[in-house]
């Protein structure tokens, strides 16, 4: 006994299908109906028109795709079309962030606010400038590095390469607490030991604080570079005669360095625009204060609350604080910058 | 140089799974000794006991007497390190380290264990990678990352960085099983060279080359998956491929099961 199944496969292999610039138009009908549905229903926002938009175009590209190339052509294509939408969707406040950014902080920017501090410039005063501030970032974010990035190193060598039973798993347990401490909390709790020693603000506190939120950061991405070290490596290396301790040394950080550097680098880079710890700990200070060790400091992260909260609306402060976020942001992407040419100069040689 | 190796009642395990069970055998020094067997049998494992690497793995553990020579590996205060050195293994699958260039994997041995002179460093490389057959390929590129080699280049230098330590014994997990049939030809020419000067251990899964370089065989076998590996036969390996004394053995060797 035979069932006879109908074959529905169509007889040749092509099939129809869109051309190449149908998404374009899709996406252009999509906008334009967007625009005339804004239009007329009297909508404000243009967040809405895009909104709408984006939703028109995934909806027609389904519709269109499945009328002309079928169901699962269609479905691809709804793929994609959600992808670019999302994609969009992620771009957008980026791009209009650092543009405004940019467009407001390029007015004050110059050698000159740099280079000087605000000493003796009143809040609502024109000029001054940021030097205290960098100075202050630059020294308590690398105090902190210099404490968080070796203990954070460390832990995660303990972790991957010795770590067995319950100690590590105490250990992966708290780094794991320590992410989820927000900044605030991490400065309070520097705060309770300085009031205990009944100490006035300054820097080194603040690098204190700034480690603790790094040092789960680096462990983190640490271990997760060695992770994706072969085993085949370190047998390799141990078949050879070599102890344990060089090899993690000599064969096993080495081939992870590049991504161990991106690793302190973005956790270098989350910990500058700490406000928090650095509002309670280290207090702000307009004049240059070199010394991290005794009185008040400031930081570009606090610099720019200051500025907005103590000028009551004054338009050179506000100037002060775009100029001051463009540093900041310049900052942070230019260590981006140096983590990927480090992580591309260290990593595992190919080329023949 | 070569040493003798002697193993008397020896298991190994990963946790409390017994992989190994009861291996008595002697590896004569200067000879080419190949392990053959089914998958799971334990010959790598067994391999890895010779030279206390069974032990990197979690969970590894090992019971029973190895004598290099005339001193236990397994006695208490024998530094694994030094065992190491004495008895170096080559891979499974090449593995040259991805940072260093061809020079410095060959030294990277020596590098590690202690300091040398530029010129002795030197002399040691060349004297290497010609053992290893490498030398005419690689000497205009020494400097060049390691891993930009083919696999059979990258096998033969992972060759010479072992015998560049210049251990007793040489253990070999499958070494030509990631290799075309001329790189296998020209690590099988190696061995046959190799062996004037180390005691050579191979496992391999190829019979014809287990036949082709070796002068002792040992058969492996499991009664049953989940038990543990044994010997079953060791013997010259004229005899175990054409009069074998256990019918497992004849049977594995003709294709009959496994």
Not at chain 1, 30 to 44: C, E, F, H, K, M
Not at chain 1, 138 to 165: K, S
Not at chain 1, 313 to 335: C, H, K, N, Q
Not at chain 2, 57 to 75: H, W
């Amino acid at each position: 006994m035979s069932t006879v199944l109908t074959d529905k496969r169509p007889t040749t292999l092509r099939g129809a299908s869109l051309p190449k610039w149908s998404p374009w138009v899709i996406a252009a009908g999509s906008v334009a109906v967007a625009v005339g549905i804004g239009l007329g229903a009297g909508l404000d926002s243009r967040i809405q028109w895009g909104l709408i938009a984006a939703i028109l175009y995934v909806l027609g590209t389904y519709a269109i795709a499945s009328m002309v190339e079928g169901k699962r052509q269609a479905k691809d294509r709804i793929a994609t079309s959600l992808v670019w939408v999302a994609f969009l969707l992620a771009v957008v406040p980026l791009a209009s962030l650092v543009w405004a950014t940019v467009e407001r902080g390029v007015k004050v920017l110059d050698v000159y606010f740099l280079t000087h501090s605000m000493g003796v410039v009143g809040d609502r005063e024109p000029g001054g400038g940021i030097y205290h501030a960098i100075i202050g970032t630059l020294e308590q974010v690398g105090l902190a590095t210099l404490i968080a990035a070796p203990i954070g190193v460390l832990t995660a060598i303990y972790l991957v390469e010795y770590g067995r039973g319950n100690l590590a798993r105490a250990v992966t347990f708290f780094v794991d607490v320590m992410t989820g401490i927000p900044s605030i909390v991490a400065g309070l709790f520097i705060l309770s030991i300085m009031l205990i020693f009944e100490m006035q603000p300054f820097g080194f506190a603040g690098s204190l604080a700034l480690a603790i939120l790094m040092m789960p950061v680096v462990v983190r991405s640490t271990e997760e570079m060695l992770k994706l070290v072969p085993n085949e490596l370190r047998e390799a290396s141990l078949a050879l005669g070599v102890p344990k301790w060089r090899t993690i040394l000599k064969i096993v950080l080495p081939t992870a360095i590049g991504g161990i550097t991106t690793g302190i680098m973005l956790a270098i880079a989350r910990i500058a625009g700490e406000t928090a710890p650095v509002l309670l700990l280290v207090f702000g200070n307009p004049f240059i204060n070199n010394n991290p060790f005794e009185g008040a400091q400031a930081s570009l992260p606090l610099y720019i609350y200051q500025q907005y909260s103590q000028s009551a609306g004054a338009e050179p402060a506000y100037d002060r604080a775009w100029a001051a976020s463009l540093t900041l942001i310049a900052f942070v992407m230019i260590l981006n910058l140096l983590a990927r040419g480090i992580a591309r100069w260290k990593a595992p040689k190919t080329g023949r | 140089m070569a040493k003798r190796i002697d193993v008397s009642g020896l298991s190994a395990y990963y946790g409390s799974f017994r992989a190994i069970e009861d291996i008595s055998m002697t590896v004569e020094p200067r000879s080419v000794t190949a392990f053959i067997g089914p998958s799971g049998c334990g010959k790598s494992t067994f391999l890895r006991t010779l030279n206390r690497m069974h032990e990197v793995t979690p969970g590894g553990r090992v019971e029973g007497k190895v004598m290099l020579d005339d001193e236990n590996l397994y006695a208490a205060g024998i530094d694994p390190v030094s065992v190491r050195r004495e008895v170096g293994m080559v891979f499974q699958r090449p593995n040259p380290f991805p940072t260093m260039s061809v020079y410095d994997n060959v030294a990277a041995g020596l590098k590690l264990l202690g300091s040398y002179k530029k010129s002795q460093l030197d002399d040691i490389v060349e004297k290497s990678l010609r053992g290893a057959n490498l030398w005419n390929e690689v000497k205009d590129r020494l400097n060049k990352p390691g891993s930009g080699l083919s696999g059979g280049q990258q096998q033969r230098l992972c060759i010479a960085r072992a015998i560049a330590v210049e251990p007793n014994v040489l253990l070999m997990d499958e070494p030509c099983s990631a290799l075309d049939p001329i790189s296998t030809l020209a690590i099988e020419d190696l061995i046959g060279e190799l062996k004037e000067r180390f005691t050579i251990v191979i496992v391999t899964h190829n019979m014809q080359q287990a036949a082709r370089v070796s002068d002792r065989t040992a058969f492996f076998n499991l009664a049953a998956v989940g038990q543990p590996g044994k010997l079953i036969e060791i013997d010259d390996t004229e005899r175990i491929f054409s009069n074998p004394s256990v019918q497992a053995t004849e049977d594995y060797i003709s294709g009959r099961f496994g």
